[in-house]
């Protein structure tokens, strides 16, 4: 198979669906620095703040939001989605693409849908049970599905057939060594090398009830002498922690260099996103997950293999207290031995391949 002149990406809307497709993007490059990457995008999403900087062409056509339910006949007649195929279909002619990838998110379906029309080879990746609903219409335009997690096929009747390839990952996360970095990181957040660090953080929206819980146990586990960094999310309130505690908490709205937190970090405090599993489980950090209650329950079942793994906790949103962190954090966080059993547990789970196992695979889809 002869090298891919031209690649169009699709994903937008959240981190879920741009964080794999610029990893993604950088493998692209990598692997080919003459190759022409270029993604769809709408006037509105987060795409707008991540792509441009990252130093890819952002394509905007218009997307609008899907009905919940699937079927052929809502393709069939909605004209601003032949509308927005067709401004997706310019891009890919005007760039002569070899392949569509997409990753989810509402601006994917013109991207499928120009694509199918062409004839053109579309591959779609997938991180969740049940596949989003944009990916669900894409796959009745090909076979090329790949996911990033191995319960996902037996979960999902629409990914039986689909190809475990894992989570492209930013090379500062996949090629991350946290005990080489651990020094540094702390310094850079003020952090005290000598002391354990519950690293937090809800998601790029925050949690507030992880942000509630973890300041209400703020004193205890400080008098115990547990360091917290703890990433509030920028739409959340600012959160009243104690003054005079006798080790750093600190605090930030958002943290854009991920991998620093991780690396200054003994043990995890997060949601379950399919980002975040994929992340802290490659770098093999011991996580306490607390999915997200008001959903389909995606993210409790993104976190659980990492757990029956060994390499992780689980807690309902409405368990987490003060005095459920207190009694659990305190113990763990204290106890090497545990945290690198569930280190190395969640780090078997995990994998930091998943970038080149799915640019083989759109080889593969491309070469047929």
Known sequence: MGP???????????????????????????????????????PKG???????????????????????????????????????????????DEVRADVVVGFGGYVSVPGYLAAWRRELPVVIHEVNVPPGVANRLGMKFTK???????????????????????????????????????????????????????????????????????????????????????????RNEPVSIPTDLPVPYVTLPYLSEMELGYAAADLMLARGGAMTCAEVAAIGLPTIYVPYPHSNQEQKRNALPVVEAGGGLLVDDAELTPG??????????????????????????????????LLNFVYEAVSR
């Not at 690649?7 to 493998?27: E, N, Q, R, S």
């Not at 106890?335 to 196992?357: C, E, I, N």
Request: aromatic residues 4%; hydrophobic residues 45%; positive net charge.
């Open 4 to 42: 891919l002149r031209s690649v169009v990406l699709c994903g937008g809307g959240t981190g879920g669906h741009i964080y794999p497709l610029l990893a993604f993007a950088d493998c692209l490059r990598r692997h080919d620095p003459s190759v022409r990457i270029t993604c769809l995008g709408t």
């Open 46 to 92: 987060l795409e707008n703040e991540l792509i441009p900087p990252a130093g890819y062409d952002l394509r905007q056509i218009p997307a609008y939001q899907l009905p919940r339910s699937i079927n052929m006949s809502l393709v069939r007649t909605p004209d601003r989605m032949w509308k927005a195929a067709r401004a997706a279909g310019k891009v890919i």
């Open 144 to 234: 090329h599905v790949a996911v990033g997690f191995p319960h996902q096929p037996a979960q999902a009747e629409s990914l039986r057939d689909a190809r475990v390839v894992g989570v492209p990952l930013r090379r500062s996360i996949a090629g991350l060594d946290r005990a080489a970095l651990r020094n540094a990181a702390r310094a850079h957040f003020g952090l005290r090398p000598d002391l354990p660090v519950l690293f937090v953080a809800g998601g790029s929206q925050g949690a507030r009830s992880i942000n509630l819980a973890v300041s209400g146990a703020a004193k205890e586990l400080a008098r115990n002498g547990v360091q917290v960094l703890h990433v509030i999310g920028a």
């Open 324 to 357: 459920w962190l207190e009694r659990t954090v305190i113990p763990l966080v204290r106890d090497p031995r545990r945290l690198a059993a569930m280190g190395a547990a969640a780090a078997a789970y995990g994998r930091r391949d998943g970038d080149v196992a």
